[in-house]
T-cell receptor, first 114, second 118 residues
């Protein structure tokens, strides 16, 4: 079953604008990860934030994590047409017998218009 | 510098047929995962291997699903007597063991096998 929800389900913006996607989850986690998926390249890991971190940056990506609210956000700045894809958050609940088994949200479909 | 590869990329099966989906993980990765992704949904966990040991198969939807990794490298997901509800993309991912010092958590995904059951 899905861990939680992402919103919005779909987002359409113009190139150069910022895009913000939100993710909520239900259980305690070890870390939270964001992945991108498009038809050409499959699922690609973007960024990981550990449960004791509140914010992390990687290039044009900024991720925040609020464990008290069980929520995370992904901000993509200065978007490009190539950012068009589905974005998924995924939580690692730290089950020792399950390696780093991930529980994914339902995803946000981002469209960046040139 | 190969990533995770999966074959076939596309598979069409008639209802009731058996299928076998193959995953070649990144060399040296001890952890291997299978996920099922229905259209418009996020991937859902099926099963996990650490080397050749299947440590978690709680996500397998029925006893028609079977996975193996006999030599701790290549893995095969087998679906017997396929049903229409089995139609999905099956994703394989590999990663370093979480138990390794400075353990890595990032999973590297293959391109998936799109299974269509008619």
């Amino acid at each position: 079953s899905q861990q939680g929800e992402e919103d919005p389900q779909a987002l359409s913006i113009q190139e150069g604008e910022n895009a913000t996607m939100n993710c909520s989850y239900k259980t305690s986690i070890n870390n939270l990860q964001w992945y991108r998926q498009n038809s050409g390249r499959g699922l690609v890991h973007l960024i990981l934030i550990r449960s004791n971190e509140r914010e992390k940056h990687s290039g044009r990506l900024r991720v925040t994590l609020d464990t008290s609210k069980k929520s995370s956000s992904l901000l993509i700045t200065a978007s490009r047409a190539a950012d068009t894809a589905s974005y998924f958050c995924a939580t690692d609940e730290g089950w020792e017998t399950s390696g780093s088994r991930l529980t994914f949200g339902e995803g946000t479909q981002l469209t960046v218009n040139p | 510098g190969a990533g995770v590869s999966q074959s076939p990329r596309y598979k069409v099966a008639k209802r009731g047929q058996d299928v076998a989906l193959r995953c070649d993980p990144i060399s040296g990765h001890v952890s291997l995962f299978w996920y099922q992704q229905a259209l418009g949904q996020g991937p859902e966990f099926l099963t996990y291997f650490q080397n050749e040991a299947q440590l978690d198969k709680s996500g397998l939807p029925s006893d028609r699903f079977f996975a193996e990794r006999p030599e701790g490298s290549v893995s095969t997901l087998k679906i017997q007597r396929t049903q229409q509800e089995d139609s999905a993309v099956y994703l394989c991912a590999s990663s370093f063991s979480r138990a390794a010092p400075g353990g890595r958590y990032e999973q590297y995904f293959g391109p998936g096998t799109r299974l269509t059951v008619t």
